[in-house]
């Protein structure tokens, strides 16, 4: 009798199977998006029945507690009627009249995602702005907040650059729109006058955090990575990958404001990493220089004549309860003046 392994090679099995997977994977997600959107819809619906039987009837916020017990006893087994959530399901209809934005970007998102852009954010523009990135980029309700209490939508693009000069029109305006104006480091437990060194430590040993920080598709390739350079070595401080834009990323840490000089040392590292790693496939290496400040000018005449693609952007870093703590010194001295104080008294008495 013929053994099952020879009617069903390893690799073939192994393969259709995952295959299989891959297809029901697939139609999962699709039916939890269809589900997902089907809700946010009724949402929708109900919210928007809501506003209209309040304007026409003239029924104040306490119907909104008696629909809420009906709807629950009419449903036992399905959540969502708190009187709370129909608050939302209200202000999520008036948020967004329009019918094609909910079905289009809204339904595509969760809806405590949507609650969560109702929370946080006032402007129809960047909550619409935020929904598609949360599409994008796959972001979690927490991500989405995070991103939302770091001022994202105000920071992303904002970096300045000299793309429009260096780099081809579809590679420059993505790689301007996916770089930001200003990094936020506050995820980071360091000292407010941390030393570049410090930094770089710090933002390796936080490497998941910095990556969502810098955004999708940054791939980390290493720290303090050697170059060798007729003998002589020279050391990056972080260098990445972008899937996206398909080119290497250096990025030089600076903890003090922009200095013109520092233009000159990221066209260098650029150049090498071009003639020394760059595959012939990649598009040309992007550098950015991450400052504590800098002065728009300045660093616009920086840029100038620069062939190479640079940016110039900041950072910014916690400010933390050590950086406030009293020193020793300054601690023996308040010591000394308290005990001065209580001999000066006991001695009047």
């Known amino acids: 009798m013929a053994k099952q392994s020879s009617l069903f090679p390893d690799d073939n099995y192994a393969a259709f199977l995952d295959g299989l ?52 006893q009419a449903f036992p087994n399905m959540k969502g009627f708190s009187r709370s959530n129909l608050m939302y399901m209200r202000a999520f209809a008036e948020a967004w009249p329009e019918l094609q934005i909910v079905q289009e970007v809204l339904g595509q998102i969760p809806w405590y995602h949507n609650i969560g852009l109702l929370d946080k954010l006032k402007k129809p523009k960047e909550r619409l702005w935020y929904a598609r990135k949360t599409i994008e980029n796959g972001w979690s309700r927490n991500v989405l907040v995070i991103q939302i209490e770091r001022n994202l939508y105000k920071r992303q693009g904002g970096a300045i650059t000299n793309f429009d000069r260096t780099l081809p029109e579809t590679q420059s305006d993505l790689a301007q729109s996916l770089l930001k104006s200003e990094y936020n480091f506050e995820f980071l437990d360091l000292r407010e006058k941390a030393q570049e060194r410090e930094l770089e430590q710090a933002l390796v040993e936080r490497i998941k955090e910095f990556l969502l920080e810098l955004g999708v598709g940054f791939a980390f390739v290493g720290s303090q990575y050697r170059l060798e350079v007729e003998g002589d070595e020279y050391f990056i401080d972080l260098l990445f990958y972008h899937l996206q ?17 520092y233009t ?20 040309p290496t992007i550098g950015i220089v991450l400052c504590r400040s800098k002065k728009k000018t300045v660093a616009e005449y920086s840029l100038r004549n620069v062939s190479t693609p640079i940016a110039i952007s900041t950072h910014k870093l916690p400010e933390k309860l050590q950086d406030r703590l009293p020193t020793v010194e300054q601690l023996e001295i308040e010591v000394d003046s308290v005990l001065k104080d209580i001999e000066n008294r006991q001695t009047e008495d």
């Open 21 to 72: 997977k891959q297809h029901i994977r697939n139609a999962q997600v699709k039916a939890a998006l269809a589900v997902n959107q089907e809700l946010v819809l009724l949402y929708w619906t109900i919210g928007k029945d809501i506003l209209a039987k309040q304007k026409a009837e003239g029924w104040g916020s306490k119907v909104i507690e008696r629909l809420s017990n009906d709807l629950k």
């Open 245 to 261: 834009l398909r080119c290497y990323v250096v990025i030089d840490l600076k903890v003090t404001e922009f200095k013109p000089e």
């Open 264 to 283: 000159g040392k990221m066209n260098f590292y650029v150049s090498a990493v071009d003639d020394l790693l760059r595959h012939a496939d990649d598009q």
